[in-house]
């Protein structure tokens, strides 16, 4: 009913930026809240950067000041603007996203299929 199609990792060097994104399309009404999560070998799934409809937005306090998250409400598209990248970065990320469906007054939560960025020198 709802599919998040990610792109935008691959491999860059310390100090490299990268855009990540992720387009919701199917028998979508409205999206709220849409997330990126990132899960690093070894370590648990956390939230990197949150984005209201309206344009609040949160951040983990280790991307503050290099990632920046926005959205499109036209195109249902969430970006990740990720710049000074760092190893530590290292991680499968994945958005998640707030969708209530046509015909529906409550929302679900869907995940993307995860896109992998790599830090590396």
């Known amino acids: 009913q709802v599919q998040l199609v990610e792109s935008g990792g691959g491999s860059v060097q310390p100090g490299g930026s990268l855009r990540l994104s992720c387009a919701a399309s199917?028998?979508?009404?409205?999206?709220?809240?849409m997330r990126w999560y990132r899960q690093a070998p070894g370590k648990e799934r956390e939230l990197v950067e949150a984005i209201t409809r309206d344009g609040s937005t949160n951040y983990a306090d280790s991307v503050k000041g290099r990632f920046t998250i926005s959205r499109d409400n036209a195109k249902n598209t969430v970006y990740l603007q990720m710049n000074n990248l760092k190893p530590e970065d290292t991680a499968v990320y994945y958005c998640?996203?707030?969708?209530?469906?046509?015909?529906?007054?409550?929302?679900?939560?869907?995940w993307g299929q995860g896109t992998q960025v790599t830090v590396s020198s």
């Open positions: 199917g028998s979508i009404s409205s999206i709220n809240i």
């Open positions: 998640n996203v707030q969708v209530r469906l046509l015909g529906r007054n409550y929302f679900d939560n869907y």
